[in-house]
């Protein structure tokens, strides 16, 4: 079982710089949604017929062969620029469109079953739709087998009113399909070699041809602009909100809570309102995890909890109690037990366990050891306006409140840093670090003014 992908076509109606296919649904590409499903149903190679916007498309998409399809002269054009990728294949090859990302790897298997079942050369997933404006329409005969697809620009007024559209999903025995594809002409209302009609060109040939209808027409919508791919996005949303829920994950409320695709979450992690997770994220057990929060591409552990903050690119241990209002830029990472928050941004910084920074701290290119105390607006000077240098921390520290440790510079073990220093040289082991300008107070000093 082998499988071709069409997805070089322009996506005009997208009005998008991005080729149609790259369009993210719920933080992951349309076409990558499409190759996940095939190979879930089991497919063994994926073949993915790329044009307009090859390069872009080359770049975020790996694991499958490419062919390119240098003219977009329509959908059979574009199967028929496979050929050569398939000269040696037998047995079922699956056609799936890149902007249908709804699709599921089980809808796909069980549609590949039926037309196996069947025998026929060629089989066609149809659907039900409210809408169907936009879509090939499928036309039966009396007893109800398949005659053919029109699509809707050639349909006449009575063949627009029927609602079951082709979904641009079939299944052919590949070489049949390859010997009749050359027959197709492209004498329509677009000018362009339409796959469907290779079908009739079977059926012409004296093969059968199976039409069956998918249970939800949903998962099988194509997007051509972006109202449907906000369609798309609200179904894949909710899909997602109810697997994790299933799974044992509070959500407060589904309908503001957005969760990409390919997160996992643990169980009894509650998620309130106002929460964005995207990307790979990875959240733990027992987590608590906004309001208002948004967490990209994180590690998260168990029993964290994260309140107003938003995290990228970083790993935030066990235990961990953040916001609110905390940022953690790209390259973090946040050891077990520390507590940090309000209003805090760490950047490319390794916070040791136990640590806390509970108030106004800007931490970047630190790495600070474990139950070290930040008083209340600490900062590391890391840029002198050129150069990035590290602060290196130790264990146990107690740094004083709004004091700056401009970097590079080594505080060790166990120092105790005056509250408004500034530390612009190495502290050893165990010491107090002073580093201000003593204070004067002047005797009788408001008298003499008046
Ligand atoms: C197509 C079907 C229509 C079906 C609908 C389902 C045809 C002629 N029509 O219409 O019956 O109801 O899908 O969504 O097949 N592509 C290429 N090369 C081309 C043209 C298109 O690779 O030369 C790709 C596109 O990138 C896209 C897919 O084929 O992924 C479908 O093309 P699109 O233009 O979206 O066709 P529809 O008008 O949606
Ligand atoms: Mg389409």
Redesign the pocket.
Known sequence: METII????K?TRMKSKLP??LHKVCGKPMLQHVIDAAKAAGSSREVV???SGSEKVKEQISGVEFVL?A????????VLSAKENFKNSSGTLIVL????PLVTGEMIKSFVTAHEQSKFPATVLTAEMPDAT???RIIRENDGSFKK?V??KDATEEEREIRE????IYCFDVQKLFDALPEVKNENA?G?Y???DVLTILKKHGEKIGAVKADDFKL?L?I?SRVQLAAAEAVLRQKKNFELMENGVTITDPGSTFIDAEVEIGQDTIIYPGTYIEGKTKIGEDCELGPNTRLTDMTVGNNVKIHFSYCHESEICDGVVMGPYVHIRPGSKISAKVKIGNFVEVKNSNIGEGSKLPHLQYIGDCDMGSGVNMGCGTITVNYDGKTKFRTKIGNDVFVGCNSNLVAPVTVEDGVYIAAGSTITENVPKNNLAIARARQVNKSGWKDKRD
């Open positions: 069409l997805a070089a076509g996506g149609k296919v017929v790329i044009g399809q003219e977009q002269l329509g959908t059979g054009h574009a469109c890149g902007d249908t936009g879509y090939g697809i699509e809707h559209v082709n979904t641009g677009q362009e339409y796959l469907p099988t194509g051509n």
